[in-house]
């Protein structure tokens, strides 16, 4: 028999907002949002300005007609990244076994661990080591399975924690309305609510059968979850390698103009088999060889992307600060590296679903006519 499951679910509460805050902590305590002021969309909202009823997702021009003197906060990319890292490295200091589900989600498998220690005032310790260090609110929840765990963490919001004790799954969820179950979005609450289906209970009362033959497949997993019953695995999280590519030329060059073309050629390459395998990077460095087969080599870190217009003038700026005018070269070389497949929230940028459908158009073109189908004029052809 396999031992008692142990989840812990720890989820960074209103996290870029948390992140802009620490920026400007004359605006804790009050509405306030991040994202555009006019065109944009609302990426995170505080608590304070949910009472007004802002949401992720919504127009920000709709956010202030709810609440006019909310406080709209910028975004620094850059910096939510930075302590995103900042909660990973914690977390991977101690945690035995930790997936990092999205930039400010994390699961933690414990399952063993009660031999040796209390796992709720493990993660406890845990939870306050990250809000002494980073100053971020966290809640987190703990329970059996990972949906358990995670309906868990959104009951203890905001900044708290709590545990589903072991068999008490299935009481736990009984009250509550069926979009607590993830994966329960608009098209379903309106089935289930015409099969008379309110709370988490009434499904359970109905067999897989009924839920079957309306909801296919989803419908007899919809009827295990709603008895407490998950059983997704929690995926150890490896910070991948890196990934580059580098190109020796028959002839030495000097000329900048082509270097740099040659160095966005490298770089959507690279960018396209990170997108191909569903990753993003987290640091980029540019390597030069002269003609005497001298090596050098300059790394920056940058917010998690996938975007080769974003890298692009990061990788020319690394160049030029290390490349010594004149020089012949032998040799080019762009790496990324810090390579996580995790979530990226698709209204964090007002622009991101627009450039990612962009991105998709021009992957599927490389993916059928294969790679250097298309590229950047700027790009040098070979």
């Known amino acids: 028999m396999s031992p008692q499951r142990i989840i812990a679910h ?150 708290g924690y709590l545990q589903v004790p072991f068999g008490k799954e299935k009481e736990f969820l009984a009250p509550m309305k069926v979009s607590k179950i993830p994966g329960v979005g608009d098209h379903t609450y309106a089935v289930l609510k015409a099969m008379g289906i309110e709370t988490i209970n009434d499904i359970s009362q109905k067999t897989q059968q009924e839920l079957e033959e309306r909801l296919g497949k989803w419908g007899t997993d919809l009827w295990f979850k709603s008895q407490g019953i998950h059983h997704g695995e929690v995926s150890p999280y490896h910070e991948a390698k890196s990934i580059s590519s580098e190109h020796t030329f028959d002839e030495n060059k000097t000329n900048i103009d082509f270097l740099h073309s040659e160095l966005v050629r490298l770089t959507e390459k690279i960018a396209f088999e990170l997108r191909e395998d569903g990753k993003v990077a987290g640091c980029i460095a540019v390597k030069i060889r002269y ?41 080019l070389g762009v790496r990324l590296s810090e390579l996580t497949n995790e979530a990226i929230q698709t209204n964090l940028f007002n622009d991101l679903e627009r450039k990612t459908g962009l991105y998709k158009a021009i992957d599927n073109v490389k993916n059928r006519f294969g790679k250097n189908s298309i590229s950047r004029a700027s790009s040098s052809k070979k």
């Open 291 to 331: 003609s005497n087969f001298e090596t050098v080599s300059r790394q920056t870190t940058i917010a998690y992307t996938c975007a080769d217009d974003e890298m692009i003038p990061v990788v020319k700026e690394l160049f030029d600060k290390l490349y010594i005018k004149g020089e012949p070269v032998r040799l």
């Open 10 to 159: 720890l989820d960074l509460d209103t996290f870029f907002v948390s992140v802009e805050l620490l920026n400007h902590p004359e605006y804790i305590g009050k509405p306030s949002f991040v994202g555009g002021r006019d065109r944009g969309v609302v990426t995170s909202a505080s608590y304070e300005a949910r009472a007004y009823g802002i949401r992720s997702g919504m127009p920000s021009r709709k956010a202030l007609q709810l609440c006019p003197h909310a406080i709209v906060l910028g975004w620094s990319r850059h910096e939510y990244s930075r302590y995103s890292r900042w909660v990973t490295q914690i977390i991977a200091d101690k945690a035995p076994l930790f997936e990092k589900a999205s930039i400010d989600e994390f699961y933690i498998d414990l399952t063993g661990m009660q031999k040796f220690f209390n796992p709720l005032q493990w993660t406890i310790d845990l939870r306050q080591q990250i809000m002494d260090q980073t100053k971020l609110p966290i809640s987190f929840g703990l329970a059996s399975n990972k949906m358990m765990a995670k309906i868990a963490t959104d009951e203890a919001k905001p900044c």
